[in-house]
């Protein structure tokens, strides 16, 4: 049907709903098929949202006609078999993130993704919000000038009652043995690199990461042996830096975060969670520092998860480039892999190309 978009979704799983319940009112989304390797999976979404396409195999589901476009819903690790058929089906693709577990991984998906065919990342979720939206656009109106610093630094405490059952990356074989820097970095890093307006590759990065503090580690155990806790700086191109700290099992009584861009006549102070404000601008004057809010309320979390799935429908019919293309899930992807590899080797890492 003209002006709609038939989406097929492939995994079943706990995230899914988010996909189908948060974008399924939008009159150019039509929900035509889902596919999960358990049948029980794919009949349970798709009764709960009268899906009516059923398939266990990914290529039955790209043999539909009724299919346009889908999003790859899998685990990490089964990304990027998914994502290279679809793309040789003619299909458009949106990947959950992290993209993939290596760079080599967005490339072969790159390699296949044939010309007019829209390739996107949920990474991009936290910029779907107003206060994402109006920092991107000051950044890119020029006003305070070129970006000289990206930071973000958050800590999590320790979940509630812990018994040793989440997160889920430190008790879920087959992760792909990556912690919370796959999980929830390259959601920071979509959001301070996407709102910088993409302008920004590594050059060099310095990482240093640690495991489960050992009061939990004797509840989890056994548990994969993923990092909890990541610090890293890189200088990027266009002569800016990232300065990057998370943590999960901090010592902290409740969860803090602050995400910045500082640039040559001021600066952003921004929320990539629900709090509120969410974006604060300061500018250099005369007398001082004036500061001002530029989005105050909180946003509701159905916003994050329609946005990547509207951004994506959008993309396809009008024929634009999403809020994150693969060329910037491979930017993300290689600042994540240079992070892991300076980790693990003690130097620093040279990226390019
Ligand atoms: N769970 C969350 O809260 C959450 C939030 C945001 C993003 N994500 C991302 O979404 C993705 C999926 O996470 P999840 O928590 O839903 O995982 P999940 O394990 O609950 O679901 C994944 C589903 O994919 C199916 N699957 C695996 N390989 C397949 C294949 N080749 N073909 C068809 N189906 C296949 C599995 O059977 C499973 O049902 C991950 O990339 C994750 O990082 C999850």
């Not at 793309?87 to 296949?112: C, D, I, S």
């Amino acid at each position: 049907m003209a002006g709609t978009v038939g989406l097929g979704i492939i995994g079943c799983g706990q995230i899914a709903p988010a996909h189908i319940r948060n974008s399924q009112d939008d009159p150019r989304v039509r929900w035509v098929a889902a596919c999960d390797v358990r049948p029980e999976a794919v009949e349970q979404r798709a009764d709960e949202f009268g899906i009516p396409h059923r398939y266990t195999a990914v290529e039955d589901l790209l043999a539909d006609p009724e299919v346009d476009a889908v999003i790859v819903a899998t685990g990490p690790e089964a990304h990027v078999g998914p994502a290279v058929a679809a793309f040789e089906a003619g299909r458009h693709v949106l990947v959950e993130k992290p993209v993939a577990v290596n760079a080599g991984q967005v490339e072969a998906m790159m390699a296949a993704q044939r010309e007019g065919l829209v390739g996107a990342c949920c990474s991009a979720r936290f910029r779907s919000t107003p206060g994402a939206r109006a920092a991107t656009e000051l950044i890119a109106s020029g006003e305070l000038g070129p970006v000289r610093r990206l930071s973000a630094d958050v800590l999590l405490p320790p979940p509630a009652n812990y018994d040793g059952t989440s997160p889920f990356f430190l008790h879920r074989p087959g992760w792909g043995g990556q912690g919370i820097l796959a999980d929830w970095g390259c959601y920071d890093l979509d959001f301070l690199l996407g709102i910088a307006g993409w302008a920004h590759d590594p050059e060099l990065v310095l990482a240093a990461m640690g495991g489960v503090p050992a009061r939990y580690r004797a509840i989890a155990e056994p548990v994969n042996d993923v990092e909890v806790g990541v610090a890293a700086q890189a200088r990027m191109t266009g002569g800016a830096a990232l300065d990057y700290r998370r943590a999960t099992f901090a010592a902290v009584d409740a969860q803090r975060g602050a995400w910045r861009i500082e640039c040559e006549h001021g600066a952003l102070d921004l929320d990539l969670m629900p709090g509120s404000p969410q974006a604060v601008v300061h500018r250099y004057a005369a007398d001082g520092v004036h500061s001002e809010t530029l989005v105050d309320e909180p946003y509701e979390w159905p916003i994050i998860h329609r946005g990547p799935v509207i951004d994506f429908v959008e993309a396809i019919l009008e024929g634009r480039a999403p809020m994150t293309g693969l060329r910037h899930a491979l930017v993300l992807q290689r600042l994540t892999d240079a992070m892991y590899e300076s980790a693990r080797t003690g130097t620093a890492v040279v990226c390019g190309g």
